[in-house]
């Protein structure tokens, strides 16, 4: 990598800058910022961008990721919440016509408006190297949005295997599940702690999820099953489903064995297709509105 690219991944390019702007790190704010080049060139590479795509950025720190992504992408739409990178940005983005820094919190910020204004209302693509903190919260966001169409995202290592997880294994959690409504994930590479500066503790790796939502019948109770089934994970089913369903034990025994499943079976060896079954089952039993709507 040559130039501004280049110099943003040598630690001690980036020290002199940061210390030149005053810059301290927050490790609230997840701030390990990239310094070996390889990163963002395969980020950008399992992006697959052709120079075609609009991409939506989170968290472009000191622009390591961000400048690969101008040259590969049509337009860059990139959100940063640390106001005193200002300045820094400033410097290191001068002369890249074709990226926008919001200065903002993605946890707060309106993405429907921002899909309409700056990229025409046609699906972007996500490619980020996520803040650690916030993981969980920007994903779910990002992907029940809707609004976009891929996410290549760095994020911790234990993370990763959970958004990709399969059922019955221990990683596999409802959070795996509403992942795994949305999107394809699959685990693309891992990057060492010396790929950062500061080094952070862990491993990361990087996801790529395809973006397709698959439509369920009745997805606030799906999802109300999920939760119930993995917030006491070591119950069985039939004591797990309880709270959340209003029927007697015998009744949701025989719910649970119409839909092909063991009572006693534990509710994290499910798959979508089978909280599906659940919860279709659960709404033809009470009638739909037992459970708040038709899309209970
Ligand atoms: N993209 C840069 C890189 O790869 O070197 C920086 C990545 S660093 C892991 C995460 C970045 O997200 C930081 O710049 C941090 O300030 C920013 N950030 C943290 N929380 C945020 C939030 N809620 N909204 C937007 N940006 C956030």
Redesign the pocket.
């Known amino acids: 990598m040559e130039g501004e690219d280049g110099r943003l991944c040598d630690a001690r390019y980036v020290r002199a800058l940061l210390a030149r702007h005053g810059f301290h790190f ?1 490790r609230a ?6 310094t070996a080049d390889w990163v ?1 060139q395969s980020m950008v590479r399992c992006a697959g961008l052709d120079g075609t795509q609009n991409v939506f ?10 400048r690969p992504l101008a040259r590969a992408a049509r337009r860059v739409v990139t ?4 106001v005193s ?1 200002r300045p820094v940005l400033a410097e290191t983005l001068a002369g890249l016509g074709n990226v926008d820094v919001l200065w ?4 707060t910020l309106d993405l429907p408006a921002l899909v309409a204004t700056y990229f025409a209302g046609r699906r972007p693509v996500v490619c ?7 993981t969980t919260p ?1 994903l779910a966001r990002l992907l029940g949005s809707g609004l976009f169409e891929a996410l290549t995202v ?1 994020v911790q290592k234990e993370v990763a295997q959970r958004l990709c997880a399969a059922p019955g294994t221990s990683a596999y959690g409802a959070f795996s599940v509403y992942v795994g409504v949305h999107a394809r994930p699959a685990i693309a590479f891992d990057v060492p702690p010396d790929a ?1 500066l500061p080094r952070p503790r862990v491993t990361s790796s990087v996801v790529h999820m395809v973006c397709q939502k698959r439509p369920l019948r009745h997805e606030t109770l799906f999802f109300r099953l999920v939760r119930a089934a993995f917030g006491q994970r070591r119950k069985t089913l039939l004591n797990a489903l309880a709270p959340a369903l209003p029927f007697p034990k015998d009744a949701l025994s025989e719910l649970i064995a119409s839909c092909g499943l063991a009572p006693s079976a534990r509710g994290e060896t499910l798959g979508i297709p089978e909280f599906e079954a659940l919860s279709d089952a659960a709404a033809a039993q009470t009638g739909e509105s037992g459970f708040g709507g038709a899309n209970a």
């Open positions: 927050s704010r997840g701030q390990n910022f990239l963002p950025e989170v968290g472009p720190g000191l622009g390591a990721l961000t959100v940063e919440v640390d990178l903002a919190d993605v946890l980020a190297n996520l803040p650690y903190a916030v920007v760095m950062f």
